[in-house]
C-alpha cells in the first residue's frame, strides 16, 4: 500500500516527502478534531477509584 502511496505522488524525492508529510499531519489533525471526539462520546465512561493503604 505504501508503495503504491508512493509511486502515485508526483514530483522528485523531496517534493514527495513533503506530501507525505502534508498527509500525515491533515490526517492526524482530523482523527484528533473528529474521529476521537466521536469515539469518545460513544464508549462510556468508567469511574475508578484507587484507595490508598
Known amino acids: 500500500m505504501y508503495a503504491a ?3 502515485i505522488l508526483p514530483g522528485p524525492l523531496w517534493l514527495r ?3 507525505v ?3 500525515v499531519t491533515g490526517i492526524l489533525f482530523a ?3 473528529w474521529v ?3 469515539v ?3 464508549v462510556t465512561n468508567q469511574e475508578v477509584t484507587v484507595e490508598s493503604p
Open 40 to 42: 469518545d462520546a460513544l
Open 5 to 7: 502511496l508512493w509511486r
Open 36 to 38: 476521537f471526539p466521536w
Open 17 to 19: 516527502i513533503l506530501w
Open 21 to 23: 508529510l502534508l498527509l
Open 31 to 33: 482523527l484528533a478534531t
